[in-house]
């Protein structure tokens, strides 16, 4: 007896930990892609509503990302008509938790890309 109670304690919890870790993952990545638009599908939206080709297209919509990047790493706030506001956020230097081991750890200053979400399209929500 004792062979198969010590045999069938470490094959139950091992079969259960990994089935538990994957299910949650396998859940999750399917709902962020469903409401995710790619950048392909800008570009065939641009294309579509302004009758420039794809390639075209694929350009301006490069390049108008490349704009917004270049003046968010510049530290400038960036305006999107209808849409909202990026800007760039400093951050304190805090003290903080490691998980697991509820070790206290520093966490040095920073800065963050902040998204303020102009007042006509929460209206429109």
Same mark, same amino acid.
């Given at each position: 007896m004792? +062979?198969? !109670?010590?045999? =069938?304690?470490?094959?139950?919890?091992? /079969?259960?930990?990994? &089935?538990?870790? #994957?299910a949650?993952a396998?859940?999750?990545?399917?709902?962020?892609?469903?409401n995710?638009?790619a950048?392909?599908q800008?570009?065939?939206?641009?294309a579509?509503?302004?009758?420039?080709?794809? +390639?075209? !297209?694929e350009e =301006?919509?490069?390049?108008?990302?490349? /704009?917004?990047v270049? &003046?968010?790493? #510049?530290g400038?706030?960036?305006?999107?008509?209808?849409?909202?506001t990026?800007?760039?956020k400093?951050t304190?230097?805090r003290?903080?938790?490691?998980?697991?081991t509820s070790?206290?750890?520093?966490i040095?200053a920073?800065?963050?890309?902040?998204f303020?979400?102009?007042?006509?399209?929460?209206?429109?929500?």
């Amino acid at each position: 007896m004792t +062979k198969k !109670s010590a045999k =069938a304690p470490a094959t139950k919890p091992a /079969a259960k930990k990994p &089935a538990e870790k #994957a299910a949650p993952a396998a859940k999750a990545a399917p709902k962020a892609e469903v409401n995710k638009v790619a950048k392909t599908q800008m570009v065939d939206m641009v294309a579509e509503k302004t009758g420039l080709t794809k +390639k075209q !297209s694929e350009e =301006a919509v490069s390049a108008a990302m490349e /704009a917004i990047v270049n &003046a968010i790493r #510049a530290g400038q706030s960036v305006g999107l008509p209808g849409l909202g506001t990026l800007s760039v956020k400093a951050t304190a230097a805090r003290t903080g938790v490691k998980p697991g081991t509820s070790e206290k750890i520093q966490i040095p200053a920073g800065k963050k890309v902040v998204f303020k979400v102009a007042s006509t399209l929460k209206g429109n929500l």
